[in-house]
């Protein structure tokens, strides 16, 4: 018996199967098409294996309250085609195990915490910087959610004194998706993020803005760690920005530790929220 595992996301999904020491033994990635596309692939790859449970950490929104009728289903999403799928539901008709369902980047938080970045700590925070911006919440050892799961990209942010853009998100224009994630980069430059030269000016807004979601971060939660992720992320001097405006915009108000240890790039990098969903599928079991 195995445990299965997806990271679904917007672009592609993750799809991997292991023993029972979470040791992976195969894993492919499967498009993100349309939802019946979608599923059929995913159930090609899944039937070959014996599944004592399945983890996933999929894109959102998703409905998480087990007593409201949209549980399982992915709600109002920009990913054309996907706006109330019950996800979920149609896995669950396919298999009949026990599940975990969970953000994907709830699942990567919790991937970083127990075998990554945050190991030996009991809370921290996963803010992924791509293509959007979202982030996941452990405290306690425990996924953070309420009568929701937190969607921390879509806090609204102080602009910075020379950015005139309008944002790229649909809903607000300018929350910290909007001004913050890849797509604003080339909107902004006309460049992609990993094309733009180190001094770009665009970089400075870009860390003013992710401090500045830190800032709010660590006052409302004051977790133990912070970890970035994403392709955002990939760039060195962005770290060092990012740390260095953290700094001048908590002004010395709330005590955290010391800021290279505190905020750090992902320990499992492009593996947190796969690892994630497979512990997550593990405990599901119990």
Same mark, same amino acid.
């Given at each position: ?15 991997? @199967? ?6 992976? /033994? ?70 009949? /195990? ?30 992924? @910087? ?24 879509? /806090? ?53 803005? /992710? ?76």
């Amino acid at each position: 018996m195995y445990i299965g595992a997806i990271e679904a996301g917007g672009t592609k999904m993750v799809c991997a @199967v292991a023993d029972e020491q979470l040791r992976i /033994i195969a894993q492919t990635e499967i498009p993100t098409t349309t939802p019946e596309e979608t599923l059929a692939r995913l159930f090609g790859f899944f039937d070959h294996y014996s599944l004592k449970a399945l983890g996933v950490g999929s894109f959102g929104p998703i409905g998480i309250d087990p007593k409201k009728d949209d549980y399982g289903y992915i709600l109002e999403t920009p990913k054309v085609g996907w706006t109330n799928i019950d996800f979920l539901g149609s896995l669950k008709k396919r298999y009949a /195990i026990p599940f975990a369902w969970t953000t994907d980047v709830n699942a990567a938080a919790y991937g970083e915490l127990k075998q990554g970045a945050a190991e030996g700590k009991s809370s921290c925070i996963y803010l992924t @910087v791509g293509t959007g911006i979202g982030a996941g919440v452990v405290l306690d050892g425990n996924i953070f959610q309420g009568r929701a799961h937190p969607e921390m990209g879509h /806090i609204r942010v102080k602009r910075h004194p020379d950015d005139y853009y309008e944002g790229t998100c649909p809903y607000h224009k300018d929350c910290l998706e909007g001004l913050a994630a890849g797509p604003s980069l080339e909107a902004r430059t006309g460049i992609k993020g990993q094309d733009l030269a180190q001094d770009a000016p665009v970089w400075e807004m870009q860390a003013y803005y /992710i401090a500045q979601a830190l800032v709010t971060y660590t006052l409302t939660l004051a977790p133990e760690k912070i970890i970035l992720g994403g392709g955002v992320m990939n760039q060195d001097h962005l770290l060092d920005k990012i740390r260095q405006q953290f700094v001048e915009q908590m002004a010395g108000y709330m005590e955290s530790p010391e800021v290279s240890e505190y905020i750090v790039r992902w320990g499992l990098p492009n593996k947190s929220g796969i690892i994630g969903s497979l512990l997550l599928g593990k405990e599901a079991t119990a």
